[in-house]
């Protein structure tokens, strides 16, 4: 499938995630993509030193991108090996922009539809990762759809 890089050094901070010898790596990853509003029991994901894979099915491509981005943006990983097959109805995949410092989503919106008023499109394809239009941060992944 695809491996994505995300910024390690960025990123929300899960206790002890990143510990070598962790047993317990899947489940906190787990609970974090339901604590994000995106839990799925047909989704696992597992850590590979500073990478994640994730593997099972969801519906849509939308679901699978938001599931890699949760994943993805957690301080200390580097990368997430994507290995989810999508059953729905097939979709352009979006774009993703790292965020960058003084960054804000119109700005994002102006530099990638050329429109600084588009920031609404871009903050709700993030949704429920992004409780805010102004919380993002340098070095988190958006995505940004077409």
């Known amino acids: 499938m695809s491996i994505f890089s995300f910024v390690k050094e960025a990123g929300e901070k899960l206790i002890d995630l990143l510990t070598p010898g962790n047993a317990n790596a899947s489940e906190q990853l787990k609970a974090h993509i339901e604590k994000v509003g995106l839990g799925n ?30 994943v993805g943006n957690i301080e200390g990983v580097g990368s997430v090996d994507d290995q989810i097959t999508v059953t729905g109805p097939v979709a352009q995949a979006a774009r993703f922009v790292t965020v960058k410092k003084g960054d804000t989503l119109s700005a994002i919106s102006k530099a990638e539809y050329g429109d600084a008023n588009k920031y609404n499109k871009i903050f709700e394809a993030n949704k429920p990762m992004l409780s805010h239009p102004d919380k993002i941060y340098p ?8």
């Open 139 to 146: 070095g988190q992944v958006l995505r940004i759809p077409e």
């Open 41 to 70: 029991p047909n989704v696992q994901a597992t850590l590979d030193g500073d990478k994640v894979i994730v593997t099972g099915e969801v519906a849509s491509q939308e679901e699978k991108e938001k599931i890699l981005l949760a």
